[in-house]
T-cell receptor, first 113, second 111 residues
């Protein structure tokens, strides 16, 4: 079966712009979680959506937002980009977040210049 | 707040060695522990998952153990190969199901 698909794979944006990243979970999975990975902070949890509702949110500013559609696809948006937002953004899907195993996409590499 | 530490941060070994990667955590009230592999610039691949009621899991040359009382997990890699070169991450999920990740162990296996 198809894995978790993230688009685009690479993105270059200018400070102050906004960006939208997309994640298509494994078919049948209803929970999608987003993570930011940087060399300095490691992997940090952003938020988790289940059945179009945000259930958990990490410690990130309001510039980071997301949503989930009825087909479980999810998008995350970052507004007013800062240089420090440069990172690998990963999404993971599972049938439910309580499920034991999460499956990750290949990530979107965002560079802010 | 759960804190996860992985030691060593980096490891370089010749092919064929048996390896032990360590993961320690501060809160023993965990739901599960998962070991992942990450190749440079790529996503995470799940290697082994240990539920809180289990003590170990095995897959091929990999064996992971969990000792909640001491707050430790180890990932054992037998007969290492150059293809095992990657960063290995452990992640702990607690009652909120939000995983806390360690910073990883960067492994290089040279021929």
């Amino acid at each position: 079966k198809a894995g978790v698909t993230q688009t685009p794979r690479y993105l270059i944006k200018t400070r102050g712009q906004q960006v939208t990243l997309s994640c298509s979970p494994i078919s049948g999975h209803r929970s999608v979680s987003w993570y930011q990975q940087t060399p300095g902070q490691g992997l940090q949890f952003l938020f988790e959506y289940f059945s179009e509702t945000q259930r958990n949110k990490g410690n990130f500013p309001g510039r980071f937002s997301g949503r989930q559609f009825s087909n479980s696809r999810s998008e995350m948006n970052v507004s007013t980009l800062e240089l420090g937002d440069s990172a690998l953004y990963l999404c993971a899907s599972s049938f439910r977040q309580e499920d034991l195993e999460a499956f990750f996409g290949q990530g979107t590499r965002l560079t802010v210049v | 707040k759960q804190e996860v530490t992985q030691i060593p941060a980096a490891l370089s070994v010749p092919e064929g060695e048996n390896l032990v990667l360590n993961c320690s955590f501060t809160d023993s009230a965990i739901y599960n522990l998962q070991w992942f592999r990450q190749d440079p610039g790529k996503g995470l691949t799940s290697l082994l998952l240990i539920q809180s009621s289990q003590r170990e899991q095995t897959s091929g040359r990999l064996n992971a153990s969990l000792d909640k009382s001491s707050g430790r997990s180890t990932l054992y890699i037998a007969a290492s190969q150059p293809g095992d070169s990657a960063t290995y991450l452990c992640a702990i999920s607690g009652g909120s199901y939000i995983p806390t990740f360690g910073r990883g162990t960067s492994l290089i296996v040279h021929p």
